[in-house]
């Protein structure tokens, strides 16, 4: 056994070694060779690691070690190994992408090294984040993941949007991790160490709790995105180089959650109302968040906003899980963390295939608003194919993976209602309405999208779609997992099962999720697999008996239909984007002219973001103002900067005079 | 166990054999409380008969996906017709949490509709689809507040026992279950397409929900279409009638004389819905929609504190 844990770690090592190499690779002096020797290299890293990661405990029906390595700065523990799947499991179809996207820019001869640098390093920390056991090395990858992401964002720097976008997630990280700060200097306060594995503040009383509690949601909700601290995805997502974005959606948000059920573990078990809160703010970040995706005309914001709804998601099962925890039920945690953390890797799998879809449709058309796009299943089928499954398993419709992590989610409501009586089964009512409520406008939204830029005809004509082997290759490993993990949840199921009953609940374990029909599925979706294929044999065949031809559509009678005729995406969530016209900020113009013979008329709608648009900005605008007043200090004769000094002196010399 | 197979299968073959006969029934009602002779009660299969053998034409622009979503709609909707109880029978997929699976399983179906109507690239077809995608959003909840909410009252997840939880021995969960059944029965009008949500019989492309999702279809393709959407209303019909088993005596004579009798009933109280209630403005639908959803809370906040 022990060799095995041996040989795992070597491999990590030497994965991680083999992606540190690939940054020499980058200074080739062709532009071309430089991008894929460094590509290369990094895949060859990210598949050993996987490796490693695959044959570790929590893949084998081994114990999970919790012992440290490295002088404790490294411990695998069953979330860290979990996370670090996620992490190796997303950046390998990203990585694939990288060839064909970045081709792009090699062919218009931009400098991309430095991308490709930040890129590496990005990886490259976000999995140092996941193992690590040391709260100042946890910061420091924090910090540098945070800066890499924002340099690789400013790929196209000279762009404005792209100046601004960046912007917001370089202050949005910046606030997050003083915040971060805070709360590892706290917890350092209260234990005396700097190691993972000596916080235990499981029953100490008074403020402790709660205070490292709300310092987490805070600091980590940003990351991830929850609702009011969401307002940084929509615009950075956009204008971040897809690689990017899907990375930055798949996995950067994820250590958010990461960061919440390691704070979670320090403290457990956790006061009731923290599961209360959790799942209130998450219930309002995932309908807002898909509501705001409707109204969206730009795909990468569009998915950005799906990110936030996802998040919530998986925020619901946390706080189910917290709910469980405060009461010491074992089958409610393993439901809820199990929904959790399962929703986090379909998450990450299905939306870095939509965008890593919509990158590859953005580089042939340029631009990224679906109101110009269409028909373009009849250029790309297969991409349209990959897409499609995609948006079915981001909508959470069976049978494929979205629907399985949704499925435990609602288990862990039944689960609540069932075992603690009382009002729990209202409140839990209304959360599982909540949950459809969010699936229902998900389908309403994916529909959209995937009618509009594939479906019907092209509203702005297309003069040439291509697409890469690589960008085929990436889709459709991910495209395979989210099939995978639908039609035999089995494996990862018991996973999460695992890494549960190891590190997240005191005393015995419940097999609630395990116990669950698994089996049922399986067969369900074959069948429905199976009936397709049959009854697709014997259409063809009815098809072939009484005829099959295309005709133009039905247009009541008038028969010079145009693609511009179509519906737009604006009008199909018209209705949905004006119920809730006050928190979305949603506004329509109209200009009609009334004039007997009528003139051109003119449309226009805008969505802005509630918090964006009426809190953040105004909050930073006014923070600006006030600290401008402050600029009469700043004066150009160096005598009062003495001054100043000198009285900060005597304000500390004071206050050390009378602490003593 | 073997006998539980048959009587599933037998169930579904019911379900997919009874669903055009039930949609013939409940035209005919209505056909002769407005005074007309009405066709045949077997009018629909001669239909589908005639459709079935017409030449399939698809619309220039439409892709795979409206050759493939008339499977999907039959196929998902034989799979949740095979989650009903008939009479006392246990159907043939029963599993704790298979209430979620059919609610989400007649979404599949709904995506693909969807997906297929938008394929066309006509402005009609859009129409449906983007009616057919708000009023579903509103329906959602209604299914979780009736159904559901037995579901979280009672503790059991599976359709098949959630409705055999239902024991009307005390009066206010009686009035509770009545109420419930009253949501659902408005569920099932505008899942369904039926009057006052949709007009299975108009003949403008403006006022249509799901006649217009279908608007280019023919042949195999409308078959596969119709057939479902009779297959869909008849399973809403047994999701209503399975309200009013007496679930505590289990005697399986009794339990088919029900749902005959309830089917048949249910067939009249649609015609006599149909007949004496006009279509509803397009904008009015949410409002029709959003009330069942406050009956169905008001419902079980007053349960909750009478209990």
């Known amino acids: 056994m022990s060799i095995l844990i041996d040989l795992c770690n070597n491999l990590l090592v030497a994965s991680f070694v083999i992606q540190l190499l690939a940054i020499i690779f980058v200074f080739n002096k062709n532009n071309r060779t430089a991008m894929y020797s460094a590509n290369i290299v990094l895949l060859v890293g990210l598949t050993l690691g996987l490796a490693s990661t695959l044959s570790s405990a929590l893949f084998s029906s081994a114990e999970i070690s919790t012992e440290s390595i490295f002088l404790g700065y490294i411990r695998l523990d069953a979330l860290s190994l979990y996370f670090l799947f996620i992490v190796q499991l997303v950046a390998i179809p990203t990585t694939i992408y990288n060839f064909s996207y970045l081709q792009h820019y090699v062919e218009k001869k931009r400098p991309i090294k430095s991308f490709v640098v930040f890129y590496i390093i990005l990886i490259i920390s976000t999995q140092l984040i996941v193992i690590t056991n040391h709260a100042i090395f946890f910061l420091v990858s924090w910090e540098v993941m945070s800066l890499s992401s924002y340099l690789g964002m400013i790929l196209e720097r000279e762009k404005e949007e792209v100046q601004r976008g960046s912007f917001y997630y370089f202050a949005a990280s910046h606030v997050l991790i003083f915040i971060l700060y805070i709360m590892f200097f706290f917890l350092h306060n209260q234990t005396g160490s ?287 997992l989210c099939v995978v993990i639908g039609f035999y949840p089995q494996p990862f199921v018991g996973v999460v099962n695992k890494v549960i009953s190891s590190s997240f609940i005191l005393g015995n374990s419940s097999s609630a999720l395990i116990d669950i029909d698994w089996l049922y599925f399986t067969i369900i979706f074959t069948s429905i697999a199976f009936g397709i294929f049959i009854l697709a044999l014997i259409k063809i065949r009815i098809e072939k008996k009484y005829g099959r031809r295309t005709s133009d559509a039905w247009g009541c009678g008038y028969n010079n239909l145009n693609p511009r005729m179509q519906y737009t995406a604006s009008s199909f969530a018209d209705e949905l984007n004006t119920i809730p016209q006050s928190v979305l900020v949603y506004h329509k113009k109209f200009e009609v002219s009334e004039t007997a013979f009528p003139l051109p008329s003119k449309f226009e709608s805008h969505s802005k973001d509630f918090v964006d648009s009426n809190i953040a900005m105004p909050l930073f605008n006014w923070l600006k103002s006030m600290v401008a007043k402050l600029k009469y200090l700043q004066q150009t004769d160096i005598r009062y900067y003495i001054a100043f000094i000198l009285i900060i002196i005597s304000i500390y010399s004071l206050i050390a005079f009378l602490w003593v | 166990m073997g006998i ?286 959003l009330f069942a959803t406050a009956i169905g809370i008001l419902n079980l906040l007053i349960y909750t504190f009478t209990k």
């Open chain 1, 194 to 480: 700097w190691l993972f594995s000596d916080y235990h503040l499981s029953f100490s009383t008074g403020i402790v709790v709660p205070t490292i509690f709300i310092l987490s949601i805070i600091g980590f909700g940003i990351k991830a995105g929850f609702m009011p601290f969401h307002f940084w995805l929509p615009q950075a997502h956009p204008v971040a180089p897809t690689v990017l974005s899907a990375f930055l959606s798949g996995v950067l948000i994820k250590m958010g959650i990461y960061g919440i059920l390691r704070t979670f573990l320090f403290i457990k078990p956790v006061p009731e109302w923290c599961g209360w809160l959790v799942l209130i703010i998450s219930i309002i970040s995932a309908i807002l968040g898909v509501w705001y995706a409707l109204a969206q005309h730009d795909i990468k914001r569009l998915l950005a906003y799906h990110s936030v709804e996802n998040i919530g998601i998986i925020g619901i099962g946390i706080g189910i899980g917290f709910i469980g925890s405060a009461n010491n039920l074992p089958a409610i945690q393993v439901l809820g963390f199990g929904g959790a953390l399962l929703h986090t890797l379909n998450h990450a799998i299905f939306k870095s295939l939509l965008f890593i879809g919509s990158g590859v449709v953005y580089q042939n058309l340029g631009t990224r608003n679906i109101e110009l796009m269409g028909g373009l299943v009849h250029r790309a089928k297969y991409i349209a194919l990959l897409f499609l499954i995609g948006s079915v398993a981001i909508s959470g419709i069976p049978p494929f993976n979205g629907f399985i992590s949704e499925f435990i989610i609602y288990m862990g409501f039944f689960n609540t209602a069932d075992e603690l009586k009382n009002y729990y089964p209202i409140l839990m009512l209304l959360f599982a309405v909540g949950l459809a409520f969010v699936g229902g406008l998900a389908v309403a939204c994916f529909t959209k999208v995937n009618s509009i830029m594939f479906l019907g005809s092209e509203r702005k004509e297309v003069k040439h779609f291509k697409t890469s082997i690589y960008d085929n290759i990436s889709l459709g490993i991910l495209a395979a």
């Open chain 2, 4 to 289: 539980d197979i048959l009587q599933g299968i037998i169930s579904i073959i019911i379900i997919l054999g009874l669903s055009p006969l039930f949609a013939g029934l409940v035209n005919k009602q209505k056909a002769i409380l407005t005074g007309r002779i009405g066709a045949p009660i077997l009018q629909p299969y001669y239909d589908l008969q005639k459709i079935f053998k017409k030449e399939t034409i698809n619309a220039t622009s439409s892709s795979f996906i409206s050759r493939i979503s008339p499977l999907i709609n039959l196929v998902t909707l034989v799979i949740a017709a095979a989650m009903l109880p008939v009479g006392f029978w246990k159907p043939l997929i029963s599993f704790s949490g298979d209430i979620i699976l059919f609610a989400y399983i007649l979404g599949l179906a709904r995506f693909f509709q969807i997906l297929a109507a938008m394929d066309i690239g006509s402005s009609f077809e859009g129409m449906g689809a983007a009616r057919e995608a708000t009023f579903a959003l509103f329906a959602e909840p209604i299914f979780f507040f009736t159904i559901g909410s037995i579901s979280f009252i009672s503790g059991f997840t599976s359709l098949f026992d959630i409705y055999h939880s239902i024991e009307l021995t005390n009066i206010s969960y009686g009035v509770f279950i009545i109420i419930c059944s009253i949501s659902v029965f408005m569920l099932a009008v505008s899942e369904c397409s039926r009057m006052p949500v949709d007009d299975p019989n108009t003949h403008l492309e403006l006022t249509m929900i799901h006649e217009v999702m279908i608007l280019d279809n023919s042949g195999i393709d409308l078959f596969l279409y119709q057939y479902s959407s009779y297959i869909k209303l008849f399973i809403y019909a047994i999701l209503e009638i399975s309200f009013f088993y007496p679930f505590s005596q289990q005697s399986y004579l009794l339990g088919i004389l029900i749902f005959i009798t309830g089917s048949a009933a249910l067939t009249f109280v649609l015609g006599v819905v149909e007949t004496i209630i006009s279509r509803s403005k397009m904008k009015n639908i949410p409002q029709y929609l």
